[in-house]
């Protein structure tokens, strides 16, 4: 993920077991601009949109979908592992 000039990477990330969250608007920007569309009940990460840079990288991977629970302020993310490829999620999550 590059940085854009001018634009620092987003540092309000919680991690906790099992997820992380982000402030509720950081949540509502990532669907304004298209980085995440709804897929079912899950979320993913549109690859043809732009995703704004976080200081985690790859925080939102490819394939990966995310149950999203809003908690006042914050939207707790919990990513579940894509049908293939779980080694590599698990060493996202873990």
Do not use: C, H, N
């Not at 990477?9 to 099992?18: K, N, S, Y």
């Amino acid at each position: 993920m590059t940085e854009r000039p001018g634009q620092e990477p987003f540092a309000d990330v919680a991690l906790f077991e099992g997820g992380f969250s982000i402030p509720r608007l950081k949540w509502r920007e990532l669907l304004f601009v298209g980085a995440l569309r709804e897929d079912g009940d899950r979320w993913v990460r549109d690859p043809e949109r732009p995703l704004p840079p976080f200081r985690i990288p790859d925080l939102f991977p490819e394939g990966v979908r995310f149950r999203a629970v809003p908690e006042d302020e914050r939207v707790r993310l919990y990513p579940e592992p894509p049908s293939s490829g779980r080694r590599a999620f698990e060493a996202f999550v873990l």
